[in-house]
């Protein structure tokens, strides 16, 4: 493949791609898919992406938290204030044990902006909004059933029988990602991690402690975390142990109510769950479904395809940094794509440089799965300050030259 000149000025100024890449499908229009789209268009490459469900995913989804990392990786595509002005600023972290001991407690990196922490749809949206508003093509509808590569490109077709063609085709498709199929018929399926998610409310006049601006962790036989919202309520989110999986519409067969009930049982004697699962209004309960990893992803491309974000490292939700890592994900591999002189080695360098540090943070979580799941007792932790800073401080430097022997380093 010709390569070109990578210091040639491209659209909107940006360089020219030296993969010689103009066109990309993004499959999933869900977090990592509209910044991926994002940073392609900034680093010159024309991308659509392609979502299965039929329209956007508003209302659908839980709380999550997205770190510094994350907010870094969106001020890159300049999405960073759109994401902000929906989420709610939770900087400190407070540990305890499940007698309602103080462990140890972080008020957050003062050189940083604070983890901010809101809905899953409300993230989407306002992705989704800021992609559109820059030009970024979104087609719903297109479920993807099978991509075919061709010399000169990749054609994708899907379910309602149309089909599309590119230069590349991008899998940001989440944890049970088809295109992950298509690259490698033998890839891994999500981990169960063995435990069932669940999250709530409660009333901020329950009882329980809440500082403003600090995430609360309490460990022992079972764990909990909980956080005040906004609007004073505490949101809390707790794990109940389940050696059989479940599916997220199995759980959501089982009334709001049993589930509660089953939640009370395991957190009776708990320092907060009790207090706060008492005052719980079953209405108001949010069943996540099953926590799920995944676990190492042998190939994370193959020819013009390749992976990006939940369907090559879903982490769990246990890491605090599924969402920070997708996107983070998504500005490397379009950097990769800016300035290597072909897909297959910019794809390459991408799993380079990002394979290390997501396995890394997937292999803590699974440990921290493991005692969340009643399998082994927690272990001393290091203190926050130490486990949060490799993560937080990450930065994609964007503005610097990929290369093929671009030292990755451990994180």
Avoid at 337 to 349: C, E, N, T, V
Wanted: proline residues 7%; glycine residues 12%; hydrophobic residues 45%.
């Amino acid at each position: 493949m010709e390569m070109l000149d990578t210091n040639d000025s491209g659209k909107n100024g940006h360089r020219t791609p030296g993969s010689r890449v103009r066109t990309a499908l993004v499959i999933g229009g869900g977090v990592a898919g509209p910044v991926a789209a994002l940073a392609l268009r900034k680093a010159g490459i024309e991308a659509t992406v392609y979502e299965a469900y039929p329209a956007a995913a508003d209302g659908v989804g839980a709380w999550l938290g997205l770190a510094p990392n994350g907010l870094a990786a969106l001020e890159t595509v300049g999405a960073d204030a759109a994401v902000r002005a929906v989420g709610h600023p939770v900087p400190g972290v407070v540990m305890s044990d499940g007698a309602g001991n103080r462990l140890t407690a972080f008020e957050g990196f003062s050189e940083l902006p604070p983890t901010l922490t809101l809905r899953r749809d409300r993230l989407y949206r306002a992705l989704a909004d800021h992609a559109a508003a820059e030009g970024v093509a979104v087609e719903f509808g297109k479920r993807l059933v099978a991509a075919e590569e061709a010399p000169d490109g990749v054609v994708a077709r899907f379910a309602d029988g149309t089909w599309a063609t590119a230069d590349i085709l991008i899998g940001a498709d989440g944890i049970r990602s088809t295109v992950r199929t298509l690259i490698d018929p033998l890839a891994p399926a999500p981990e169960y991690a063995g435990i069932l998610s669940f999250g709530g409310y409660a009333p901020a006049d329950c009882g329980v402690e809440a500082e403003p601006g600090m995430m609360h962790f309490a460990f022992g036989r079972t764990f909990m975390g909980h956080w005040q919202a906004a609007d004073g309520r505490l949101i809390w989110f707790a794990g109940l142990p389940a050696d059989t999986p479940l599916t997220q519409a199995e759980v959501a067969r089982t009334p709001s109510a049993e589930w509660l009930q089953r939640l009370r049982e395991l957190y009776a004697g708990h320092v907060p769950g009790e207090r706060m699962l008492r005052h719980a209004d079953p209405a108001d309960l949010m069943a996540v479904g099953p926590m799920e990893r995944m676990p190492s992803v042998p190939h994370w491309h193959r020819g013009r395809m390749v992976l990006l974000g939940d369907s090559v490292h879903a982490p769990s939700s246990s890491s605090g940094q599924g969402a920070s890592l997708a996107l983070e994900s998504a500005v490397e591999l379009a950097r990769c794509l800016r300035d290597l002189p072909s897909y297959g080695a910019a794809f390459a360098a991408y799993e380079a440089l990002r394979r290390p540090r997501v396995e890394l943070i997937g292999g803590n979580a699974a440990a921290v799965n493991e005692v969340k799941a009643g399998k082994k007792a927690a272990p001393a932790f290091p203190s926050p300050e130490e486990m949060l800073r490799p993560l937080h401080f990450h930065r994609i430097e964007w503005e610097k030259r990929a290369t093929a022997g671009e030292p990755v380093g451990s994180w």
